[in-house]
């Protein structure tokens, strides 16, 4: 994203009528430069900009010319006010739309683009700093690998990369901007909690709980620890009971230890993360395990405490290491519990007016 720039100029504003007069060749020499639009580095732009803004102020304008002046400064503005609302990759520009999170480290804008002639909608996700632009990168790689290497299928349970690029500020700073194709209709399980402050019914956290499993493993097949399963980084769809799994600028190679530990969720890492020692597909279950039971609460009978219970013990070794072997013996668990898995409709509910 562009910073904000030099600050349009208004008639109110401009030079005065004290100015000197724009020679006529020179205004008309503007005017041929504003049909060619900005150059495409940032500091260049702003350059241009603000000459062309010198140059075709009504308050300079040659005799006999304020009209047509008034009416090319208008479009100057307009056009660099636009400017400064698009972001362009290689692929696609952008044109931004409103705030939709601030995430731990970057800020996500809504954003569309058009593609074959279809106007589509995506999210942009900017990081506020640029010196977070390698987290940027290595999710855009993440998610190309788990596109390539994980099995197909599976595809949904992570977000799409559309492309990832470098955007460059007028200050000459630059920030690793990460599409992705947008998502709507999902929560995330931060929501769903503050939405059942007294707990969710565990048969309608089971659907969550198997899709969460599901997800983790089919990036562990792609040796990918996620790293930060986290409520907020895990969203559903209450009426297609989907899931997708966001946030993997903090997944790690199977092996290797979790490049970043978020200082607000210091408490709910395994001894393993804290140490520094290799993450492996049971630090992930140890993270999702308490999602679900955090999300359940008090309203988990004994036998579902004591299977979470086992997927949080201290020692790594200890705890499950197969997130498919797992969510079979969790179906088994839930089929003792509930009898057959039957369909249950989840809602959540309407918001509040603001």
């Given at each position: 994203?562009?910073?904000?720039?030099?600050?349009?100029?208004?008639?109110?504003a401009g030079p005065g009528?004290?100015?000197a007069?724009?020679?006529p060749a020179?205004?008309?020499?503007?005017?041929?430069?504003?049909?060619?639009?900005?150059?495409?580095?940032?500091?260049?732009?702003a350059?241009?900009?603000?000459?062309?803004?010198?140059?075709?102020?009504?308050?300079?304008?040659?005799?006999?010319?304020t009209?047509?002046?008034?009416?090319?400064?208008?479009?100057?503005?307009?056009?660099?006010?636009a400017?400064?609302?698009?972001?362009?990759?290689?692929?696609?520009?952008?044109?931004?739309?409103?705030?939709?999170?601030?995430?731990?480290?970057?800020?996500?804008?809504?954003?569309?683009?058009?593609?074959?002639?279809?106007?589509?909608?995506?999210?942009?996700?900017i990081?506020r700093?640029?010196r977070?632009n390698?987290?940027?990168?290595?999710?855009?790689?993440?998610l190309?690998?788990?596109?390539?290497?994980?099995e197909?299928?599976?595809?949904?349970?992570?977000?799409?990369?559309?492309?990832s690029?470098?955007?460059?500020?007028?200050?000459?700073t630059?920030?690793?901007?990460?599409?992705?194709a947008?998502?709507?209709?999902f929560?995330?399980l931060?929501?769903?909690?503050?939405?059942?402050?007294?707990?969710?019914d565990?048969?309608?956290?089971a659907?969550?709980w198997?899709?969460?499993?599901?997800?983790?493993?089919?990036?562990?097949?792609?040796?990918?620890?996620?790293?930060?399963?986290?409520?907020?980084?895990?969203?559903i769809?209450p009426?297609?009971?989907?899931?997708v799994?966001v946030d993997?600028?903090?997944?790690?190679?199977t092996g290797?230890d979790?490049?970043?530990?978020l200082?607000?969720?210091?408490?709910?890492y395994?001894?393993?993360?804290?140490a520094?020692?290799?993450?492996t597909?049971a630090?992930?279950?140890?993270?999702?395990?308490?999602?679900?039971g955090?999300l359940i609460?008090?309203?988990?009978?004994?036998?579902?405490r004591?299977?979470?219970?086992?997927?949080?013990?201290?020692e790594?070794?200890?705890?499950p290491q197969?997130?498919?072997?797992l969510?079979a013996?969790?179906d088994?668990l839930?089929?003792r519990?509930?009898?057959?898995?039957?369909?249950?409709?989840?809602?959540?509910?309407?918001?509040?007016?603001?």
């Open positions: 994203m562009t910073a904000a720039g030099p600050r349009p100029a208004t008639a109110a009528p004290a100015a007069r724009v020679r020179d205004f008309d020499a503007a005017l041929a430069a504003l049909a060619d639009g900005f150059p495409a580095d940032p500091r260049d732009a350059r241009h900009y603000r000459r062309l803004a010198l140059l075709l102020h009504p308050d300079t304008a040659p005799a006999g010319r009209d047509r002046a008034a009416a090319a400064f208008a479009r100057l503005t307009a056009a660099w006010h400017r400064q609302q698009t972001i362009a990759g290689p692929r696609h520009t952008y044109l931004l739309g409103p705030v939709l999170a601030d995430g731990d480290l970057a800020t996500l804008r809504t954003a569309r683009y058009d593609h074959d002639g279809d106007r589509r909608a995506a999210v942009l996700k990081p700093q640029p977070d390698d987290l940027m990168e290595h999710e855009a790689d993440v190309t690998r788990l596109r390539t290497v994980g197909a299928r599976h595809r949904a349970y992570a977000p799409t990369l559309i492309e690029f470098r955007q460059r500020h007028d200050d000459g630059e920030h690793v901007v990460n599409a992705l947008a998502l709507t209709g929560h995330t931060a929501e769903v909690a503050a939405a059942h402050p007294g707990g969710l565990p048969r309608d956290a659907w969550m198997r899709r969460l499993l599901t997800a983790l493993g089919w990036a562990h097949r792609a040796r990918l620890i996620h790293g930060a399963v986290f409520p907020e980084h895990v969203l769809h009426e297609m009971h989907g899931l799994l993997w600028c903090y997944a790690t190679a290797t979790l490049p970043v530990l200082h607000q969720h210091a408490g709910s395994p001894p393993e993360a804290a520094h020692l290799p993450a597909p630090t992930d279950i140890h993270l999702a395990s308490l999602c679900v955090g609460g008090d309203l988990a009978p004994a036998p579902l004591a299977f979470l219970r086992g997927c949080t013990l201290p790594q070794h200890r705890r197969d997130a498919w072997r969510l013996e969790l088994d839930l089929e519990l509930y009898g057959p898995r039957t369909f249950r409709p989840f809602t959540m509910p309407a918001a509040r007016p603001a």
